[in-house]
T-cell receptor, first 115, second 109 residues
């Protein structure tokens, strides 16, 4: 148990569907992240929220829309996805102190398949 | 460009020792992390090195040479539960994490 919970664990959706991924952290951290993990590829940082403000958006297509209503919750809203978006989506949190070395606490991820 | 290289897959025998290497090229350096990820599970933190040298934590040790842009993770007395992917990540001068693709470690009896 890492203190970061993601739901659902698995999701299959069609290209015209709209769905949302949910992440909740119970660690009192001040930063939350969405990562995409594809087989045999490095983790790709998608979005970063620090103190509920989006501080990073790594050129992610607009079909992915994040939402951070408070410091403990993070959502990723999905719409009109493409088959190449099929991957494991990982949420993580950390306590940012600005001096580096902050370790990330990851959730178990949502395995997304787009048909 | 920034780059992290680590072997795609390694195989080792239960009870043995294995060394997983990671080389990096980044804009600046603010430390190197190792994470372990079992299949279908969350990556979990193993180690953080920011100064040269070896840091030991039980059966796992992590080494860093900043001048060579090189790190390794050493696993001793291998157990079947050590079968997992091991992710190397380097923090650059902007405190951005640059990730390797991970090394899948297979432990055989």
């Amino acid at each position: 148990e890492t203190g970061v919970t993601q739901t659902p664990r698995h999701l299959v959706m069609g290209m015209t569907n709209k769905k949302s991924l949910k992440c909740e952290q119970h660690l009192g951290h001040n930063a939350m992240y969405w990562y995409k993990q594809s087989a045999k590829k490095p983790l790709e940082l998608m979005f970063v929220y620090s103190l509920e403000e989006r501080v990073e958006n790594n050129s992610v297509p607009s079909r992915f829309s994040p939402e951070c209503p408070n410091s403990s919750h993070l959502f990723l809203h999905l719409h009109t996805l493409q088959p190449e978006d099929s991957a494991l989506y990982l949420c993580a949190s950390s306590q940012k102190v600005g001096t580096g070395g902050e370790k990330l606490f990851f959730g178990s991820g949502t395995q997304l398949s787009v048909l | 460009g920034q780059n992290i290289d680590q072997p795609t897959e390694m195989t080792a025998t239960e009870g043995a020792i294995v060394q997983i290497n990671c080389t990096y090229q980044t804009s600046g350096f603010n430390g190197l992390f190792w994470y372990q990820q079992h299949a279908g599970e969350a990556p979990t933190f193993l180690s953080y090195n920011v100064l040269d040298g070896l840091e030991e934590k039980g059966r796992f040790s992590s080494f860093l040479s900043r001048s060579k842009g090189y790190s390794y993770l050493l696993l001793k007395e291998l157990q079947m539960k050590d079968s997992a992917s091991y992710l190397c990540a380097c923090m650059d001068s902007n405190y951005q994490l640059i990730w390797g693709a991970g090394t899948k470690l297979i432990i055989k009896p």
